[in-house]
């Protein structure tokens, strides 16, 4: 795992608690009675429903494993067409439920197939290794109860769900650093860190088709290739550029669009493939950093208008692991390209 003295982490949370106060929002948080993140939106029931993790205060040191992001349970939050007002639904899935996992309940996704919803989630399984499991319900809200192992074939973090148009659903997933998808090589977890010499193809995100009962992998774990506009792998050097965390894909158009944070140098960007599988065409950035070390996001669309949801750390003045989700409007231009969003003025 990265060692250093002083985390990346802590030193990003240090200048932002220092200039949080500088930062003017356009958007405000979604919710403020809880601490939420990662927000995964869907359209379900005509109605937006956001599937957020739920942030907590912890003791636990800030460090680059993200150990501080120490979260226990998941809260379903949908916006009422009318009012525009956040529904909290509470409690929908905590980590005791769930026989497999030991800890840190992070970014989830959730989707509807023949009247049920499932709930795709990562935690740390009993030997501390990150997984994703799934469990289901009989209403977008919850409650989701677990399946007793986590997805076989499954590994590291932020699973995200795309439905496609012909009715099959992938799962996308990964994240480096705390993340582990550096941990595993040819199929085994290892405490070794590995990454690809600086001129080689990034680590990839991974996806897999999902199996008609939406409990497993229908198909051997796939690399999500995020190439250049001359067909050349991101590589590893270019980490303004390259996959971390935090995978997420739209159709818009006939065209697939996979966007993903970059991590350490903290956008949200995105590529554009002709099929779930890739590869993508790396296009640009959706969002610049934002208050806090990370950056995570979904897009919807919802009754003719696309939106991106996203999270800071503004309702904590800074503190990195303490976050809002919020929501702005998206645009796609004439050609199909997104519009850069900055979430200050
Ligand atoms: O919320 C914990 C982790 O932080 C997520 O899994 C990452 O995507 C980052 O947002």
Redesign the pocket.
Known sequence: MINKEVSDAERKQQLDIENAHSFKQKDEPLVSHIYT??PSAHVFEDKIYIYP?H?IETDTQINDD?DH?A?KDYHVLSIDNDTNDVIDHGVALSVENVKWASK?M??PDAAHKNGAYYFYF?ARDLQGIFRIGVATSHSPAGPFVAEDNYIEGSFS??PAVFEDDDGSYYLYFG?LW??QLQNWHEGQFSLQDSYPEDEQAALPAKMAKLSDDMLSLAEEVQDIVIVDEKGHPITTADNQRRFF??SWVHKHSGKYYFSY?TGDTHNIAYGIGDNPYGPFVYQGVILNPVLG????HSIVEHQGKWFLFY?DASLSSGQT?L?CVKKTQLHHDSDGQIITITAYE
């Open positions: 993140a990662d993790s942030d993200g992001f979260m840190q992070w970014a990562p973090i932020d994240g705390g993340g965390e935090a944070s070390w990370t950056n995570h999270h692991h976050r």
